[in-house]
């Protein structure tokens, strides 16, 4: 069974940077960040898979965040910098033990409860 357990989260003003954190339990294959803005549907941010020579990031956080992972220590991790007020949102970490995509919300059999992030200008 995987569990997923997010941290970092936390308020900034536009420009600022924050660090988000995924502890992992179990066997993972692809994982990956989606978030949830109020109002609006989830959508996939970045993902990468083991042997994190692939990832893909979503065009409006392309060069600002960067997706890692580090299978040893079981972390999954979010990079996020020059953020803007549109990068508020609830953000979760999910994971699956097999998937073709990293953007597909689908393919995701594990989350977490999620950490808020807040831009403020």
């Known amino acids: 069974q995987v569990q997923l357990v997010e941290s970092g989260g936390g308020s900034v003003l536009a420009g600022g940077s924050l660090t988000l954190s995924c502890a992992v339990s179990?066997?993972?294959?692809?994982m990956a960040w989606f978030r949830q803005a109020p109002g609006k549907e989830r959508e996939g941010v970045a993902g990468i898979f083991r042997g994190a020579l692939r990832t893909w990031y979503a065009y409006p956080v392309k060069g600002r965040f960067t997706i890692s992972r580090d299978n040893a220590k079981k972390t999954l991790v979010l990079h996020m910098n020059s953020l803007i007020p549109e990068d508020t949102a609830m953000y979760y970490c999910?994971?699956?033990?097999?998937?073709?995509?990293?953007?597909?919300?689908?393919?995701?059999?594990?989350w977490g409860q999620g950490t808020q992030v807040t831009v403020s200008s």
């Open positions: 999910a994971a699956a033990t097999y998937c073709s995509r990293l953007d597909r919300e689908r393919d995701f059999a594990y």
């Open positions: 179990g066997y993972t294959d692809c």
